[in-house]
């Protein structure tokens, strides 16, 4: 029940009861009996509810008033409710002269409420559109925040993959991949296809220390860079440097690392180059067995045209080596021996020991697809140049 409807009624039990006092001390006085008023009340429907209807039921030619309910006679004039015109009683007309304000229009309690609510709604609604506004504010703030981050986190990321590009070339435009620690079984199993009797023995082999190794060949271009020459057959800037000794590319080493400062570069030894080209593999090609597949990786007798091509054309093997298999033979550190009888299984050359030949790796643009396997492996005076031999760069950590 509303505050307006609880004073409504505490006014009417007040009026009705000084009206009973008044009519029974004039029937005292008169010496006259008369049967006791009735007092006003709801009905039990109002009672429920706590509403008051507007709807007005003609009785006898009498009405009910909008709020006590009680029937009033409508031929009598009486207050009006200012807004929908319905007519109270004379109990609630004095009510809302006495108590209400002087100048407000009554109203009846369905006016009342409505107005209430129509004030009320414009700033519930103002309430909602600053809360809506706040909302947004807050959340294109987090939007924000997280771009921020997100933003920073990439600037981060590519720094650091700058940095780590940097560590991965050098100034001459050499790229490098580096190769993980680990171990391997060198050479090739009795039943490898094609195998050759100097992939013999079988052992394994420890690579205790990471390394770096060129992407690719040296090609011509870096070789132009640093010895102001090219001896190359097929000319071409990214095509391999070729024709060029194992003695050359010593003397290549020697000037790269006093024109870059340092003493890291060298040629890879014959374990870290097959560990490298492997990649963890143990068929005979760094993607399997199948010499099908070599066209998609190989530069080799079928697929050449009797010529080197550029590096990085084919597909790289599992660690983003390039050319391992064909294109030119490698240049590898270690003196050529028949066999790995007596070989190191750290990874280091083999310096001592055999003749003066030196061990060359992973065939060329005119080798058999026999040629181009992982454990392959042949030996070359050190003075020797041919058109179909290269070298690829190792650079220590």
């Given at each position: 029940?509303?505050?307006?409807?609880?004073?409504?009624?505490?006014?009417?039990?007040?009026?009705?009861?000084?009206?009973?006092?008044?009519?029974?001390?004039?029937?005292?006085?008169?010496?006259?009996?008369?049967?006791?008023?009735?007092?006003?009340?709801?009905?039990?429907?109002?009672?429920?509810?706590?509403?008051?209807?507007?709807?007005?039921?003609?009785?006898?030619?009498?009405?009910?008033?909008?709020?006590?309910?009680?029937?009033?006679?409508?031929?009598?004039?009486?207050?009006?409710?200012?807004?929908?015109?319905?007519?109270?009683?004379?109990?609630?007309?004095?009510?809302?002269?006495?108590?209400?304000?002087?100048?407000?229009?009554?109203?009846?309690?369905?006016?009342?409420?409505?107005?209430?609510?129509?004030?009320?709604?414009?700033?519930?609604?103002?309430?909602?559109?600053?809360?809506?506004?706040?909302?947004?504010?807050?959340?294109?703030?987090?939007?924000?925040?997280?771009?921020?981050?997100?933003?920073?986190?990439?600037?981060?990321?590519?720094?650091?993959?700058?940095?780590?590009?940097?560590?991965?070339?050098?100034?001459?435009?050499?790229?490098?991949?580096?190769?993980?620690?680990?171990?391997?079984?060198?050479g090739s199993p009795e039943s490898e296809k094609g195998r050759f009797?100097?992939?013999?023995?079988?052992?394994?082999?420890?690579?205790?220390?990471?390394?770096?190794?060129?992407?690719?060949?040296?090609?011509?271009?870096?070789?132009?860079?640093?010895?102001?020459?090219?001896?190359?057959?097929?000319?071409?800037?990214?095509?391999?440097?070729?024709?060029?000794?194992?003695?050359?590319?010593?003397?290549?080493?020697?000037?790269?690392?006093?024109?870059?400062?340092?003493k890291k570069y060298r040629l890879p030894s014959e374990a870290e180059?097959?560990?490298?080209?492997?990649?963890?593999?143990?068929?005979?090609?760094?993607?399997?067995?199948?010499?099908?597949?070599?066209?998609?990786?190989?530069?080799?007798?079928?697929?050449?045209?009797?010529?080197?091509?550029?590096?990085?054309?084919?597909?790289?093997?599992?660690?983003?080596?390039?050319?391992?298999?064909?294109?030119?033979?490698?240049?590898?550190?270690?003196?050529?021996?028949?066999?790995?009888?007596?070989?190191?299984?750290?990874?280091?050359?083999?310096?001592?020991?055999?003749?003066?030949?030196?061990?060359?790796?992973?065939?060329?643009?005119?080798?058999?697809?026999?040629?181009?396997?992982?454990?392959?492996?042949?030996?070359?005076?050190?003075?020797?140049?041919?058109?179909?031999?290269?070298?690829?760069?190792?650079?220590?950590?």
């Amino acid at each position: 029940m509303s505050e307006f409807k609880s004073r409504y009624l505490r006014l009417c039990d007040s009026l009705v009861e000084l009206l009973h006092i008044e009519v029974m001390g004039a029937n005292l006085k008169d010496n006259k009996v008369s049967p006791s008023p009735v007092t006003p009340s709801l009905s039990p429907e109002n009672q429920k509810t706590g509403s008051m209807k507007e709807d007005l039921k003609a009785e006898n030619g009498k009405r009910e008033c909008p709020l006590c309910m009680n029937l009033i006679d409508s031929s009598n004039r009486s207050l009006l409710c200012g807004k929908c015109g319905a007519q109270f009683c004379q109990i609630c007309e004095s009510w809302f002269r006495d108590e209400r304000k002087r100048g407000e229009r009554p109203l009846c309690e369905n006016c009342f409420t409505a107005e209430q609510e129509s004030l009320r709604r414009p700033i519930e609604e103002e309430r909602i559109k600053n809360e809506k506004e706040e909302y947004e504010r807050l959340k294109k703030q987090r939007e924000e925040e997280k771009i921020r981050k997100e933003k920073g986190g990439q600037d981060r990321l590519r720094k650091q993959r700058g940095e780590e590009r940097c560590k991965l070339s050098n100034s001459f435009g050499m790229e490098f991949v580096k190769i993980p620690a680990g171990d391997f079984i060198m050479g090739s199993p009795e039943s490898e296809k094609g195998r050759f009797e100097n992939e013999d023995l079988l052992r394994k082999v420890t690579i205790r220390t990471p390394f770096l190794l060129g992407k690719y060949p040296v090609t011509q271009k870096q070789w132009e860079a640093v010895m102001r020459s090219n001896p190359s057959t097929f000319k071409g800037d990214d095509n391999p440097v070729e024709k060029v000794s194992w003695e050359d590319a010593q003397d290549f080493i020697k000037k790269l690392n006093q024109m870059e400062g340092t003493k890291k570069y060298r040629l890879p030894s014959e374990a870290e180059w097959e560990y490298a080209c492997r990649a963890g593999k143990t068929t005979r090609y760094y993607f399997g067995d199948n010499e099908s597949k070599l066209g998609d990786y190989v530069w080799y007798y079928d697929n050449s045209g009797n010529k080197t091509h550029p590096v990085g054309q084919k597909k790289p093997n599992p660690w983003d080596l390039y050319d391992m298999h064909g294109n030119v033979w490698e240049w590898c550190q270690d003196k050529y021996h028949d066999n790995y009888l007596g070989a190191p299984f750290d990874g280091s050359s083999w310096d001592g020991g055999g003749g003066s030949y030196r061990v060359l790796r992973g065939g060329s643009w005119s080798s058999s697809v026999r040629d181009c396997r992982s454990a392959l492996r042949r030996g070359r005076g050190p003075g020797s140049r041919y058109d179909y031999v290269g070298f690829r760069l190792l650079r220590k950590l």
